[in-house]
């Protein structure tokens, strides 16, 4: 089941780099934006659950969304990946990525 996830705040009320996603629950929720990954000739972006700041010791929360379009209002909205095998190598291209950038 696909679930669209759509960005409901204008960016310039955010911080950069930050989105804010309501679920189909209305549950709103912050990400950092970390990066696009083309897969498979599929565009995801790679976004992090930014959390209280009394967490700050455990790992981030990695979330992978891929990007689809709108058919009504042509506008990019973000789809749940239910392929965990799609996941997992769009979440592996973006190990290589940080590891690379580390070097």
């Known amino acids: 089941m696909a679930d669209d996830i759509k960005n409901m705040i204008p960016e310039e009320e955010l911080p950069e780099g930050v989105i804010e996603l309501t679920d189909e629950d209305g549950v709103t929720s912050q990400f950092e934006y ?3 990954i083309d897969h498979d000739g599929e565009m995801y972006v790679v976004l992090m659950l930014i959390e209280d700041e009394e967490q700050d010791d455990e790992e981030g929360e990695v979330l992978i969304l891929k990007i689809e379009k709108d ?4 506008e990019d909205i973000y789809v749940s990946v239910d392929d965990e095998a799609i996941s997992q190598a769009v979440f592996e ?3 290589a990525m940080v590891e690379e950038d580390d070097e």
Do not use: G, H, S
Request: charged residues 30%; negative net charge.
């Open 93 to 95: 291209k973006f190990l």
């Open 71 to 74: 058919p009504e209002t042509d």
């Open 34 to 36: 970390l990066t696009t």
